[in-house]
């Protein structure tokens, strides 16, 4: 059975950083696309960012751009989200997701959900 498990939210002031892994297991995690998504309070789930199975391309949305980065080691079966200048709009439960659709923003062209890890940033 494949999983998806995420960790490394916290609390942090505006301004501060996180660094947000998922590891998965049960699947052939190296020809996976992947990707992160985030839930606000009373908010539907939304793409944020996402990479290729190669690691080659990386996609984000236009509010994170030059915050986040999302990286990949297919060594350790791990997909990361290093967060810096964090904004309090940050504030969601972020979930990683992997997929075999190519470029995949949506949340239909994804396969597998990990639970999800809050990230909450104070103003």
């Known amino acids: 059975q494949v999983q998806l498990v995420e960790s490394g939210g916290g609390l942090v002031q505006a301004g501060g950083s996180l660094r947000l892994s998922c590891v998965a297991s049960g699947g052939s995690f190296s020809s996976w696309s992947l990707g992160w998504f985030r839930q606000a309070p009373g908010k539907e789930r939304r793409f944020v960012a996402g990479?290729?199975?190669?690691?080659?391309?990386?996609y984000d949305i236009d509010s994170v751009k030059g915050r986040f980065t999302v990286s990949r080691d297919n060594a350790r079966n791990t997909v990361s989200l290093q967060m810096n200048n964090l904004e309090p709009e940050d504030t969601a439960v972020y979930y990683c997701?992997?997929?075999?659709?190519?470029?995949?923003?949506?949340?239909?062209?994804?396969?597998?959900w990990g639970r999800g890890t809050q990230v909450s940033v104070s103003s």
């Open positions: 990479i290729s199975w190669s690691g080659r391309h990386t």
């Open positions: 997701a992997a997929g075999t659709v190519r470029g995949a923003t949506n949340i239909g062209e994804y396969d597998y």
